[in-house]
């Protein structure tokens, strides 16, 4: 799934797409090369209802480092 198709289907407006392609360091040049993993796109989706006040700080931090032990792991384990 592409970043156009996932924007379509969330309904994201522009400005909460430059929220979500700043969330961390390689994800934009991810989605470019085409290997956003399906945990960025949820995690994109959890920093959409963080700017909405749908979920704490705390809870997406939790996430944002269990994203980068995954891809981590990804990295290490082709």
């Not at 994800?27 to 979920?55: F, H, M, N, P, Q």
């Amino acid at each position: 799934m592409t970043l156009q198709e996932w924007k379509r289907s969330k309904k994201l407006s522009n400005a909460e797409i430059s929220l979500l392609l700043n969330v961390s360091e390689g994800w934009v040049s991810k989605w470019l090369s085409g290997k956003t993993t399906a945990c960025s796109l949820d995690l994109a989706e959890k920093i959409r209802r963080r700017s909405r006040g749908k979920i704490t700080a705390k809870d997406l931090s939790r996430e944002k480092r269990e994203m980068k032990n995954a891809e981590k792991k990804e990295a290490h384990n082709p």
